[in-house]
């Protein structure tokens, strides 16, 4: 029995990347199809416009729904089901969010060797997170170096005084960084108050 290596399985945890790549070679997914666009346009609602007071343009990514939604409800009736579904995917995928992060020494001692680590946010089209950060760029007189890699990026500053304070504008793609998983680490001292070490808002 011969078996198609180039089919893709069709799961629950199947990626909307895999799943347009299925449709691409021509491969049958069935009613399941229904099921996925269902879901994005939920992920496209949590994009939706929430007015807030800001004295600069607002780069946050998201659409205002009295402008959008209609286009939306257009657009499904001129495609197919599957071309609609890779419509909604690519949109979703192509999303560039903006962040303005703060960091600051808030400890009582100075630091040095300090990194901070982003992790790319989690894609919900491709299942990964390759990628997913655009640029990373510090404003700052600091010493620094980025690296942005596959799955995150990292500031890493030599030395970091008490007091003393940068920000990033970081995009990334499709969704937010999780302040959550924000990671750092510097060198130890037995002084340093590891709970007011650092303060960072997005």
Not at 9 to 36: C, H, M, N
Not at 62 to 82: C, G
């Amino acid at each position: 029995k011969l078996i198609d290596t180039n089919r893709v399985d069709i799961s629950s945890w199947t990626s909307d990347e895999k799943l347009i790549e299925a449709l691409v070679k021509g491969q049958e997914i069935g009613p399941f199809i229904k099921y996925r666009i269902e879901q994005l346009e939920k992920r496209l609602s949590k994009y939706a416009y929430k007015k807030h007071l800001y004295g600069y343009m607002d780069k946050r990514g998201f659409y205002e729904e009295q402008t959008f939604d209609p286009i939306l409800d257009y657009i499904k009736t001129k495609l197919s089901v599957n071309d609609y579904y890779i419509f909604l995917a690519s949109l979703i995928r192509s999303r560039e969010v903006f962040h303005v992060v703060f960091i600051k020494n808030d400890g009582d001692v100075d630091m040095k060797n300090v990194k901070v680590t982003f992790p790319a946010p989690l894609s919900a089209v491709t299942g990964n997170r390759f990628n997913n950060i655009l640029s990373c760029r510090p404003a700052t007189t600091l010493l620094h170096e980025v690296v942005i890699g596959t799955s995150d990026s990292t500031l890493s500053l030599p030395s970091f005084k008490k007091g003393e304070f940068l920000s990033l504008d970081i995009i990334t793609r499709e969704n937010e960084i999780s302040k959550n998983e924000l990671f750092t680490s510097y060198e130890r001292d037995h002084l340093i108050d590891k709970t007011r070490a650092f303060t960072y808002f997005f």
